[in-house]
């Protein structure tokens, strides 16, 4: 065993045997009829067989079920930046969080159509307790970041994970997704944990946390939903935060959520990545700061690009102004397009109940405060 065999992805030599066991399960067989639908089981069961490695299952099977998520469950993907990237060059996307399967599919979606490396993605093992979804995660380059550790067990665990992602970067020439927080953004409102960062640099050997971000080629990346197709199931952790009670997920809730976030409407949906992250770190270095300012300013330098970059929808808008009492972007948004969202509020929010309305304004309208803050009008 390596000291990453707990936490990687398959190897290419696993990946067809893997296959082969996975492949009469139902929920496989109901995600190959998705990419496939005009294919009979044979036809589909043959593509499957001449998978050998990653990279052949995530282009000849998730493309195509990506595509069709698309198609089936959006009104239009749009995305900006990726022309900046090198080809045959490995990134560290640091990206805000929306969806715990949608996100980095996207991404990687993108990244194949440009012809650029596409990611190994970090993924919580608490989102892949059934059998099922972790070999699927392996399957789709995902290694795991371990939940529910004593201190020292996790503090082990993220060295573990720091170096995994050194490596990746590095001999691997890999590019890495990761989200800027410990699960997903629930309330809006995008901010990079420092934690996160802290974890990245437990791999630096020369305690130089510029330079070495430096040489991971740190891009944010900023993704956005018209409409979130799991709003709805966030409100109870928003309102249990908002009453200041413990939350405790129901069974199954984490499942639930995947299969609303790709199936759900989402109207329009925007990736944008940033540029490489170079020139800011060099100001970070300039200031010969401690180590956790240091950390700080770089977790502000990646929310600031996020926001920059993040695509504004009318729902951002509509929200802010009726959160506000006002019309400030009435420009932005047309008569219809606010019914439209008034009807979503009408179906997922209590009547006169304004605790639970005022959370779901915000989920929608902190995206809007955020770049104001930042960039003004």
């Known amino acids: ?110 990244l194949h159509d440009h012809g650029l490396v596409m990611t190994a993605s970090a993924i919580g093992d608490n989102l892949v307790q059934k059998p099922f979804l972790l070999a699927l995660s392996k399957l789709n380059r995902n290694f795991l970041i371990r939940r529910g550790l004593s201190p020292r067990e996790m503090l082990m665990a993220s060295k573990n994970v720091s170096e995994y992602i050194r490596q990746l970067l590095g001999s691997e020439k890999r590019s890495v997704w990761i989200a800027q927080r410990e699960g997903r953004t629930k309330d809006g409102n995008d901010q990079t944990q420092q934690g996160v960062l802290k974890m990245l640099a437990l791999a630096d050997t020369e305690n130089d946390l510029p330079a070495y971000f430096k040489k991971l080629k740190v891009v944010p990346v900023s993704i956005s939903y018209e409409f979130d197709p799991t709003d709805v199931l966030k409100m109870p952790e928003l309102m249990a935060k908002h009453y200041d009670v413990e939350y405790v997920k129901t069974n199954n809730e984490d499942f639930n959520s995947i299969l609303k976030g790709a199936l759900g409407q989402k109207k329009r949906m925007h990736i944008a990545v940033g540029d490489v992250l170079d020139e800011e770190l060099d100001m970070i270095a300039e200031k010969e700061e401690k180590a956790n300012k240091q950390l700080q300013m770089l977790a502000e330098v990646i929310d600031k690009n996020i926001y920059g970059s993040y695509k504004l929808w009318p729902s951002n808008y509509i929200a802010y102004d009726l959160l506000n009492g006002e019309d400030t972007y009435k420009a932005k948004y047309t008569a219809r397009e606010k019914r439209q969202f008034e009807r979503r509020i009408e179906r997922r929010v209590e009547r006169d109940n304004e605790v639970a309305l005022k959370n779901f304004l915000a989920m929608y309208a902190n995206p809007v405060i955020n770049k104001l803050k930042y960039f003004g009008e």
């Not at 696993?14 to 066991?21: F, S, T």
């Not at 990419?35 to 069961?45: Q, R, S, Y």
């Not at 493309?63 to 900006?80: M, P, Q």
């Open 1 to 110: 065993m390596t000291d990453f065999d707990k936490i990687r992805p398959y190897l290419d030599t696993e990946v067809n045997g893997a296959l082969q066991k996975l492949k009469r399960h139902p929920m496989i067989k109901a995600l190959m009829s998705f990419a496939f639908p005009e294919k009979k089981l044979g036809e589909i069961e043959e593509i499957v067989d001449e998978c050998h490695s990653i990279k052949d299952f995530q282009s000849r099977v998730i493309y195509f079920a990506v595509r069709n998520v698309i198609e089936k469950s959006s009104e239009g993907f749009s995305t900006s930046g990726f022309e900046k990237l090198e080809p045959d060059t490995s990134y560290l996307f640091i990206s805000n969080h929306r969806d715990i399967i949608l996100d980095t599919s996207l991404l990687n979606y993108t």
